[in-house]
């Protein structure tokens, strides 16, 4: 309930966020999976298909989004990279601050640092 300590509340998500942070170039082999190309068609074979991004519903996939944004908000030492690393939850942020222009400024800030990691806020 912090963010209701000041009138003017921000909220907003990183777009797509998970399909943003690649996987390391040795992993995509731990998270291959087998498909079946034609149901009707016993004989085709299954095909073998690697992730190349963070898996959407992964039990680890939240800790490797926040991981990776802690890590990336630690380049800057302004207030928005503090306020930030506290609000963010997965890949959602809401926080309130004292006035609009306030708001403004955190809302270029914020979005200028998570353009330069490779996300859209």
């Known amino acids: 309930m912090r ?6 509340v921000i909220t907003t998500d990183i777009e797509k966020a998970l399909l943003h942070e690649g996987l390391n170039e040795d ?8 498909w ?3 149901p009707s068609d ?7 298909y690697r992730f190349i991004s963070v898996l959407f519903g992964a039990t680890c996939s939240p800790f490797m989004l926040n991981d990776t944004i802690l890590k990336h908000l630690q380049h800057y030492n302004i207030t928005a ?3 930030m690393e506290r609000d963010f939850y997965v890949d959602n942020m809401l926080t309130s601050l004292q006035n609009e222009d306030e708001a403004n400024t955190y809302y270029k800030e914020a979005r200028a640092m998570l353009k330069k990691a490779g996300f859209n806020l």
Not at 3 to 8: G, W
Not at 27 to 34: N, V
Not at 42 to 48: D, F, H, K, N, V
């Open 42 to 48: 016993q004989t085709r074979y299954l095909q073998t």
């Open 3 to 8: 963010f209701r300590a000041n009138p003017v």
């Open 27 to 34: 992993d995509p082999d731990a998270t291959r999976f087998l």
């Open 36 to 38: 079946l190309s034609n």
């Open 81 to 83: 990279a503090t306020f």
